[in-house]
């Protein structure tokens, strides 16, 4: 079982910045693909960022140039910062990986844009 738990949504105006960050256990990040996602109300779960075991990453073209994916391998923790965040990005975003053929989710942090 891998639990992935999330932090670091939050409340914040059209512009402005935000920084998530996604706690795995050890030895997850640096032999396993971590994903971040997001759902908004309504919508399907679509993916925003990918970084691949070996350090490559992949973004949605609604985020490229504003969001970066990173990670730590000392803390365990991958992090997704967003920045010039629009009314659009919205929603819960949510950790993913993919461990031995199986997915796992964690439960999401919420991002709200608003001004």
């Known amino acids: 079982q891998v639990q992935l738990v999330e932090s670091g949504g939050g409340l914040v105006q059209p512009g402005g910045s935000l920084r998530g960050a996604c706690a795995a256990p050890?030895?997850?990040?640096?032999?396993?693909?971590m994903c971040w996602y997001r759902q908004a109300p309504g919508k399907q779960r679509e993916l925003v960022a990918m970084?691949?075991?070996?350090?490559?990453?992949n973004y949605a073209e609604s985020v490229k140039g504003r969001f970066t994916i990173s990670r730590d391998n000392a803390k365990n923790t991958v992090f997704l910062q967003m920045n010039s965040l629009k009314d659009e990005d919205a929603g819960v975003y949510y950790c993913?990986?993919?461990?031995?053929?199986?997915?796992?989710w964690g439960q999401g942090t919420q991002v709200t844009v608003s001004s």
């Open positions: 050890g030895g997850i990040l640096n032999k396993n693909v």
């Open positions: 993913y990986t993919r461990v031995q053929f199986t997915n796992y």
């Open positions: 970084m691949t075991s070996g350090g490559t990453t």
